[in-house]
Structure formats: C-alpha cells, structure tokens
C-alpha cells in the first residue's frame, strides 16, 4: 500500500498527539528530586532529616521567585528556632512527605541561633 500524503499527515498528527501526552502520562518521581527550581504548591508540616537521616523539624513555608520556583525553605527545628535553608540543599521525597538536608542538625541549629540574635549583637 502506498502512502499518500493525507496518510502522512495523519501519521504525524497521531505521532505529534503520542509524543505530547507522553509527558503528561508520568508519574511523581520514584526517587527523591533536588528542590532547587521546583514549582511547588504547599509543603508545610512536611517531615526534615538532616544528613544523617535524623528528624530536625518540619518546614513551615516555602519562599519562591516570580515564576514561582522554590527557593527558600523556612524549617520549625525541634531543638527550637527556625532555620532558612536554600533549595538547593534539599531533596524532596513526595511519596513519603519528607525533605533530606545536606546540612548537619548542628549547623541547623546555628542558623536559627544566628537569625534570632540581634544584628547589633553580632560580632564582625
């Protein structure tokens, strides 16, 4: 059978609906993603381990940019305080509601200690 051109034309149009569905099709990811330029929703009340797979809090919000990619995250420690971590230090695991950190908890906790002192208190 010889292909015509209307043939061809519908082979594409077929092909072009496949292969612009196909991305819709998928999943959430089976593997923890780097949070760094997510778009995402609402995550808070989220679980936090740090480093070492230990429990360091919950995030309470996200701080986004103008096209909405997440790039700040504000975490409740439960030694007290709230940390501010950038993104890009963070994997999201959506499927079990957790967020890993490439931060210590000691670190963490510096960072709130940090942020509640005074700025005139600090030294330079």
Not at 27 to 42: C, H, Q, T
Not at 80 to 89: D, K
């Amino acid at each position: 059978m010889a292909f015509n051109q209307s043939h061809r034309a519908w082979a594409a149009i077929v092909s072009g609906a496949i292969l612009a569905t196909g991305g819709m099709a998928m999943g959430a990811p089976e593997d923890p993603v780097r949070m760094s330029s997510l778009k995402i929703a609402n995550i808070a009340g989220y679980e936090v381990l740090d480093l070492a797979g230990v429990r360091v809090g919950e995030i309470t919000t996200v701080e986004t940019d103008a096209q909405g990619r997440t790039r700040w995250l504000n975490i409740d420690l439960d030694a007290g305080g709230e940390a501010r971590v950038a993104s890009f230090r963070a994997d999201l695991d959506a499927r079990q509601k957790l967020v890993n950190l490439r931060l210590s908890e000691d670190l963490l906790i510096a960072r709130a200690d940090a942020a509640s002192e005074p700025v005139s208190s600090l030294s330079i």
